[in-house]
């Protein structure tokens, strides 16, 4: 069996495993029959059955969505910017879908077709402008990166602002700003789950573009690409994922940066394997660091961004200085 | 077959090519030369149709401004001066020559996989086949782009610098290959700095000096004319081995 496969294993069953956990730790203690029994018996008016469908259940599934949202997001926009530092995150992304999210919030708009809309416009708009000026300017790798912090301190510091006139929002959006899924609700997630969905899909069907677009806008071109089409398809797409992520996952970081270098390493750069090999991941690494928030300091729970960033950061260190041996990312 | 038609470019206000006429036959090679920055890199793009220009490039009869992206890269392969190293395997890269072939929604068959493995064979680059294209010499990099335009399998084939970064013996072979091609009917438009090896695969030369095309005839008549020698500014000397074969150094 090839080292890819076993690493596709080995993340499927901690996926299913982390899952199943996710469903049954919390106050109420639940056992993997009550889930199968609430699933598939119809036996949905006990208040066990009723803490799996519309608590647990949604929570679950928003962690995976939004791992698999913003590590195949991080994926399309480092292979399409050639940046292995780029992400939703560290390019501003993220943060022009928070701005949208906070904008709906003060504004009353708090449906969730409305929030993961905005928040999909918004990521679209950010990336598509960085990405503009990156081509105009014919700006560096480092340039962009620096550009996308820049753009990311300039939204972060207007939805402060707005957090600061209207307290009420600064209450709603107190999670959002550290990332987390405890008020995860289906309203919330059902929009954004189709857009991810949908995204996920598209992704997955345009791995090949993918691959040619790495080769560099001359050879992609002569292979018959139309680049500039190709590469907005292909940020609007990653911005629909990071945009419906964040819409109910709230701001979360490292997902978009660590989860494709670290599946890299194992199944290289073609996007018809690593695509989905990261979306695995994505929705594993995030499942994991939920559950995680609510063992490690039980009875209290944190934040998921707190666990995330606490693993996140660490393991990014270890892939950028790992095996890079004075070579430019 | 191209035909190059009164073709002007800029990059901007900066007029690059002027009033550029050139035809590249079937069957032979044809070699632009000239001094860095006289706009021979430019000439290839802009035949490609990668970036826009006035007057006309016909390729097969075809003008190529009627024809869409996809349907022009499957007449004409464009070998990059700049070749980005990527993290896909050599392999992978060579199938992305395929992509003017993919019907929607862009799927390799094994028919694309057999013609990418050929051409990875037939530019011994199988030892190499699943190795990243970021880390190979710059050589072996060049090696793989010339076998994914042959895996682009298109009649008509433009080399930007094909022999950049190559050792002697690879520089020989890479203009074999190129010979091979036009042999097989392909009309093979190549840029190249290395004027004595232009001379001696060419069976055309352009002399491009300040976006103009100076000189256009054979290596012989372009040697005896004194041009090159105008225009690079270094002396050319003529050899000829007992069965024909003809060297300038």
């Known amino acids: 069996m090839t080292d890819i496969r076993i690493f596709v294993l080995i993340l499927s069953a901690v996926l299913v495993g982390s899952a199943v956990l996710s469903i049954c730790i919390g106050t109420v203690k639940i056992t993997p029959q009550q889930i199968l029994r609430a699933l598939f018996s119809g036996e949905r008016d006990t208040p066990e059955a009723r803490i799996i469908l519309y608590s647990r259940l949604p929570r679950t599934v928003a962690c995976i969505l939004a791992g698999a949202g913003l590590a195949v997001s991080g994926a399309i926009i480092q292979a399409v910017l050639a940046n292995r530092l780029a992400s939703p995150g560290i390019i501003g992304v993220n943060a022009g879908a928070g701005l949208a999210v906070n904008i709906c919030i003060a504004a009353g708009a708090v449906s969730g077709w409305m929030i993961a809309g905005m928040s999909f416009l918004s990521a679209m708009v950010t990336v598509l402008l960085l990405a503009f000026a990156a081509e105009k300017t014919m700006a560096g790798k480092i340039t962009v990166i620096l550009g996308g912090v820049a753009v ?3 939204f972060t510091a207007i939805s402060e602002a707005i957090v600061s006139v209207d307290p009420d929002v600064g209450l709603m959006s107190s999670d959002f700003r550290i990332g987390g899924f405890s008020a995860v609700s289906s309203q919330r997630l059902l929009p954004a789950g189709i857009l991810i969905a949908s995204a996920l899909l598209f992704a997955f069907l345009m791995s090949n573009e993918l691959d040619v677009i790495t080769l560099g806008d001359d050879t992609a ?57 990261t979306a695995v991941a994505g929705g594993c690494f ?22 995330i960033s606490f693993i996140g950061g660490p393991v990014f260190l270890f892939l950028l200085f790992r095996d890079r041996k004075g070579q430019e990312i | 077959m191209i035909e190059i038609c009164s073709l002007s470019a800029s990059y901007g206000k900066t007029k690059v090519l002027s009033d550029i006429s050139l035809t590249v036959p079937n069957g032979k090679i044809t070699v632009a030369a000239g001094l860095n920055g006289c706009g021979k890199t430019t000439l290839l793009r802009s035949v490609a149709g990668l970036m826009p220009y006035s007057g006309t490039v016909k390729v097969d009869g075809t003008d190529v401004n009627s024809l869409g992206r996809r349907e022009t890269s499957k007449k004409i392969a464009y070998l990059a001066q700049m070749k980005t190293p990527s993290d896909l395997t050599v392999f992978r890269t060579v199938l992305c020559g395929r992509y003017p072939h993919l019907p929607f929604p862009h799927i390799f068959t094994q028919s694309d996989r057999d013609i990418a493995e050929s051409a990875v064979k037939t530019m011994y680059l199988s030892d190499v086949a699943d190795k990243k294209t970021s880390q190979l010499s710059g050589g072996l990099l060049q090696k793989t782009g010339i076998a994914m335009i042959l895996a682009q399998q298109a009649g008509n084939i433009l080399l930007d610098e094909p022999t950049a970064f190559l050792d002697a013996s690879s520089r020989l072979r890479l203009m074999d290959r190129a010979r091979h091609m036009a042999d097989e009917g392909k009309a093979v438009l190549a840029v190249l700095h ?38 690079f500014g270094v002396k050319l000397y003529r050899t000829e081995t007992d069965d024909g074969v003809r060297y300038f150094y």
Not at chain 1, 247 to 265: E, M, Q, W
Not at chain 1, 286 to 307: N, Q
Not at chain 2, 208 to 214: A, E, L, N, Q, V
């Open chain 1, 152 to 154: 990311s301190s300039f």
């Open chain 1, 286 to 307: 995030v499942t994991v660091c939920d559950v995680l928030s609510r063992i490690i300091f039980r009875p209290h729970e944190v934040p998921a961004g707190i666990i």
């Open chain 2, 194 to 231: 290395d004027l004595p090896l232009a001379l001696r695969y060419a069976d055309k030369v352009a002399v491009i000096k300040d976006g103009s095309i100076f000189a256009e005839g054979s290596p012989e008549e372009i040697y005896a004319s004194g041009i090159a020698e105008k225009i």
């Open chain 1, 221 to 277: 071109s002569g292979v018959g690409m139309n680049v500039r089409r190709m590469r907005s398809i292909l940020l609007i797409t990653a911005a629909c994922l990071s945009g419906a992520s964040v819409s109910f996952a709230g701001l979360l970081g490292f997902v978009g940066l660590v989860v494709p270098s670290a599946v890299r390493k194992f199944t290289g750069s073609e996007g018809r394997i690593m695509l989905p090999v």
